[in-house]
T-cell receptor, first 114, second 111 residues
């Protein structure tokens, strides 16, 4: 079985500062990894994913995440955040080769302050 | 592509009543998933369908919960004899052997 740990429930940061949201996973088999973002009162939107190949993946709005197999991590980073990035961010894992069930972490609230 | 649609978006019900949520997946998506999300928590997997076949059910899906996808298109999630602990957002998602797309969820409040 797979599991995901997001140790930080909330990360406050000032606008234009860099941020890192941490995600660690546990699995005995190969995995696919995902970051989803949830704005208030909305569903989840896929931000980026790692399936295979390059361990560094990027989103269209400046976020990136790096798959680190030895540390079983998939931390999300952005070099300069905007107010509009304020949202809940969820890390998720699925069994490699089968995106049929996502296991989510408990989420990290990114609170960007002016 | 109109996205995953869920109805109703909000439902307030009295304890003991039955409620039903509907999900319309993205057209031609053969996989459909139901998740439950409570405040401060990540979504928890409930069940998923491939076409009309229900392939997996979580232990969270008690006997009071039933999900159907009769024609392999829309799906319904029914909760019988609701309890206060059922208060949550119920998320539907769909995919076609690729990215999983979520709807905006159906909020359930049991009073």
């Amino acid at each position: 079985a797979q599991s995901v740990t997001q140790l930080d429930s909330q990360v406050p940061v000032f606008e234009e500062a860099p941020v890192e949201l941490r995600c660690n996973y546990s699995s005995s088999v190969s995995v696919y990894l995902f970051w989803y973002v949830q704005y208030p009162n909305q569903g989840l939107q896929l931000l980026l994913k790692y399936l295979s190949g390059s361990t560094l993946v990027e989103s269209i709005n400046g976020f990136e995440a790096e798959f680190n197999k030895s540390q079983t991590s998939f931390h999300l980073r952005k070099p300069s955040v905007h107010i509009s990035d304020t949202a809940e961010y969820f890390c998720a894992v699925s069994r490699g080769g089968a995106t049929n069930k996502l296991i989510f972490g408990t989420g990290t609230l990114l609170a960007v302050q002016p | 592509d109109t996205g995953v649609s869920q109805d109703p978006r909000h439902k307030i019900t009295k304890r003991g009543q039955n409620v039903t949520f509907r999900c319309d997946p993205i057209s031609e998506h053969n996989r459909l998933y139901w998740y439950r999300q409570t405040l401060g928590q990540g979504p928890e997997f409930l069940t998923y369908f491939q076409n009309e076949a229900q392939l997996e059910k979580s232990r969270l899906l008690s006997d009071r919960f039933s999900a159907e996808r009769p024609k392999g298109s829309f799906s319904t999630l029914e909760i019988q004899r609701t309890e206060q602990g059922d208060s949550a957002m119920y998320l539907c998602a769909s995919s076609f052997e690729g990215d999983i797309y979520f709807g905006e969820g159906s909020w359930l409040t049991v009073v």
